[in-house]
T-cell receptor, first 114, second 117 residues
């Protein structure tokens, strides 16, 4: 069975602090995809990044970076110099390369205080 | 491209009333999904479809029915609404995975906020 765990239910930081959101997954599939989505207070779900299980290269996009480690089944998300606009619920998700099912983690609510 | 659209955006029902939520996607995706999200909670899969004319139950299907008569549309019906169905409903779509898929992620609609009194 597939599972995604986001152990941090809520995190509060002060603006300009760095923060890492953890994501640990379980799957028996040899090939799969991992994703991060952002849900700001306005409610929509915003896609942030995808990662193929073949590709363990870390990715940086502005203040955002993602660390994928197959050896520990983790796909962590770091926000550098956080801003109030980063306040949102962040979901990590997993999809097998074969099939239609997506498994979402429970989400981490990030509050960035001014 | 509009992506995934949902109609309506808001709706208030009385207990026992029925309604249909409409989801439409213009990306020619094979797969479509309906989720519900309760306050402070994550996403729970209600029903999904792997193609036109086919539907399947998800994690929380009771009280809901779905239909996919056209590839681009996925309808979610509530036959007799209950207060426990007060929630935000999200529709999503995705491509079938095969070969070197460029975009395997789900694309979400903006959500429908439903209140059942």
């Amino acid at each position: 069975a597939q599972k995604v765990t986001q152990a941090q239910t809520e995190i509060s930081v002060v603006e300009k602090e760095d923060v890492t959101l953890d994501c640990v997954y379980e799957t028996r599939d040899t090939t799969y995809y991992l994703f991060w989505y952002k849900q700001p207070p306005s409610g929509e779900l915003v896609f942030l990044i995808r990662r193929n299980s073949f590709d363990e290269q870390n990715e940086i996009s502005g203040r955002y970076s993602w660390n994928f480690q197959k050896s520990t089944s983790s796909f962590n998300f770091t926000i550098t110099a956080s801003q109030v606009v980063d306040s949102a619920v962040y979901f990590c998700a997993l999809r097998s390369s074969y099939g239609q099912n997506f498994v979402f983690g429970p989400g981490t609510r990030l509050s960035v205080l001014p | 491209n509009a992506g995934v659209t949902q109609t309506p955006k808001f709706r208030v029902l009385k207990t026992g009333q029925s309604m249909t939520l409409l989801c439409a996607q213009d990306m020619n995706h094979e797969y479509m999904y309906w989720y519900r999200q309760d306050p402070g909670m994550g996403l729970r899969l209600i029903h999904y479809s792997v193609g036109e004319g086919t539907t399947a139950k998800g994690e929380v299907p009771d009280g809901y029915n779905v239909s996919r008569l056209k590839k681009q549309n996925f309808l979610l019906g509530l036959e007799s609404a209950a207060p426990s169905q007060t929630s935000v409903y999200f529709c999503a779509s995705s491509s079938r995975t095969s070969g070197s898929l460029q975009r395997p992620e789900q694309f979400f609609g903006p959500g429908t906020r439903l209140t059942v009194l």
